[in-house]
């Protein structure tokens, strides 16, 4: 404790008297007086009495007496509440704030001098308090600082990496992603901490392949350490090879699993043209072999061929001889710059692949694709094979007039066939064949549907089906190990925050889950006025997300909005924001589905917020978008952890939590405002045992009720 602090401990020796001793004293001096005159009346005598004393009769006497002990009474009755009851209330709150706040505020000992010496010592042991805090943050900030080298180091191997590297959980949301996977996976979809990794990549190859690495579907001993996987991105546009591995917090417990990926797409072109280049050899060598076998043969089985013979076959070898010179130097120039390698060819579920060709088909123009029968695994490029499935549909289509076509997985003894029927005539083998040169455009490394039938060492044939109907079957290879019927996705919660490995662990439901495990967006909105109901409209929305009780900075949604209407000078000298500036904005039609998106899985947060919450309510007829996930109100939040404080402004909550304020009046700096002192308010209810969403919405409730009450007051 600090010389100051012990100081304050210290008891007077000669302690001044307080003034409440001399109203005590003042009290029991008029009580004192008051008996001693009713003692003395009763002493006198009827004769000694004076005249206006003896008129008065006991009774009379001993009322009197008793109305000026309680007048006195009252008196100090009121004294003792004005000047120690409700002093020791305010105490009380600066000391539970002080408490509860974890900030190095003081609590004030001055305009208590009735209660002295008990503010001082509250004083001295708040300040002890925030000593003892500040040698903590102190040791807190070293480890931090230690951890901070630690991240520094591994941001540092990680961003150096060529490959993505993500941790997910073994419910499949995102811990952490490297640069390379932003920049792999951006243009699939949002990548994000806490969110689900299939937003990004076809969801069954990685669940069959956790299936391999985990035994029997549980999480102790694993068959393989790493599995490879060959994957799509969410919208196929892009082949992914790469590895997954288990992660284990202690021996025994899976608890996630890292996932590095890898574009193949430059790869697989080159093995697309060693495989050409190979093709092209064979066929290149076979004419010129031929022609000099049967050249050699005839002259050796003639010796005695006349000349004019025999420089005719000596003219077909040389001719020969130089094409296949010719062909081996064209054949060494190529293969020069190519490296060996097999294509990447992983597991899909039929059911998968033949939805991406039937919304391929329907995005341009047809035919209508159905996928019937059982799903089945296959092990194939599942990006080829989309684009030259939705070629052979068109392709029917040209040649039959059909415009509906099933589509199904048919199994086999050693291999799965693709069966594509249709009403109509099978498809001539010539016309087969003609398919099969043309180019093909979209799939990576194949310049023709040869090329990918090759790829799967598949071919293709028609042939009719009862009832009038016909059907196209292409052999493709089998998975190799079918995996179990995988469970449904959850639904999470749903990042640039680089990682964050706290994210670990099972989701709850919303609301008994810790508040410190749940996903906020903190949220707030600029307007053209103070009334939704009359007309005012947004003209911007700011807001941020906060996961495991962080602040996200780099996960913000901000956007103008053009209200489509004159924004009222008032309004532009609140917020700053002109008809100008929102000219060119997209309305409200278009930003709030987008603000619903980016809060998607989340807690909706904000200060006053059934005033923002009003604005966007109005909107969701016209826009389809609800906001029907929870709310919470900071506004509320302090009502409930401070009632006898008065002032729950933003600004005035701020500077009791410590939170510095900065680009206040735009709604990305509230949401940002809100957002820290919505943290820090955290850490207070906490205190006061609200832990979960549940307990917080019910206390946000009974604050505003007491709110509403005390209005009528």
Partial sequence: MAEGDEEAWRVPAKPKPSPLWWVLGAAA??????LLAIVALALRTEEGSQAGLAALSWSELVAAGALGFAVAMLGIGITVRVKMLLPIRRLAAETRFVAESKTDRAVSSGGHPWLDPLPRNV????????????????????????????????????????????????DHRVLLYNHAALGLLHVAGELGLGRSLFNLVAREPIVHALERLLADGGAAAPREDVCTVVC???????????????????????????????????????????????????????????NLHAAAETLASFPGMDAA??????????????????????????????????????????????????????????????????????????????VALARVARRIVDDTGAQALDLEAVGGERSAYIDIS????????????????EPLAGALGASSLADVLQRHGSTLWSRSREEGRAVLRMPVPAARETPREAAPARSLPPRPEFYDFALLGEPASAGAQ?????TFVVFDTETTGLRPSEGDEIVSIGAVRVVNGRILTGETFS????????????SIRFHGITDDMVEQAPPAVVVVPQFRAFCEGAVLVAHNAAFDLKFLKLKEAETGSSFDMPALDTLLISAFLYPDIADHDLDAIARRVDVEIAGRHTALGDAMATAAVFVRLLDQLAQRGITTLEALMSASRMAAELRARAAHF
């Fill in 123 to 170: 004083g001295a042991l708040a300040a002890a308090l925030t000593q003892e805090r500040a040698r903590r943050a102190a040791d807190i900030a070293q480890s931090t600082r230690e951890l901070e080298a630690q991240k520094i180091r591994l941001e540092t191997i990680l961003r150096d990496l060529a490959e993505g590297v993500l941790i997910c959980t073994l």
């Fill in 422 to 437: 249709w009403a109509g005539p099978p498809i001539a083998s010539a016309r087969l064949d003609a398919w099969l040169g």
């Fill in 29 to 34: 001096l008029a009580g004192i007086l008051v």
């Fill in 232 to 290: 799509t991105t969410a919208d196929a546009t892009r082949l992914l090879l790469g590895r997954i591995s288990l992660t284990r917090a202690e021996p025994g417990r899976a608890t996630g699993y890292v996932l590095t990926l890898g574009d193949v797409t430059s790869e697989v072109a080159e093995l697309e043209a060693r495989d050409r280049l190979l093709r092209d050899l064979g066929d290149g060598l076979r004419r010129p072999i031929a």
């Fill in 514 to 518: 810790l508040l410190q495990r749940l």
């Fill in 309 to 386: 013979r025999r420089q005719e076959f000596d003219e077909v070898v040389r001719r020969e001889s130089a094409a296949l010179a010719a062909h081996f130097e064209q054949f060494d120039r190529s293969a020069r710059d190519l490296r060996g390698g097999h294509w990447p060819l992983a597991d899909v579920l039929s059911l998968d692949l033949f939805r991406i060709v039937a919304r391929r088909c329907r995005d341009q123009g047809g035919p209508a694709l159905t996928p019937v029968g059982l799903p089945r695994w296959l092990h194939a490029d599942s990006q080829s094979l989309v």
């Fill in 559 to 570: 956007r103008l909005v053009n209200p489509r209407r004159p924004i009222p000078a008032e």
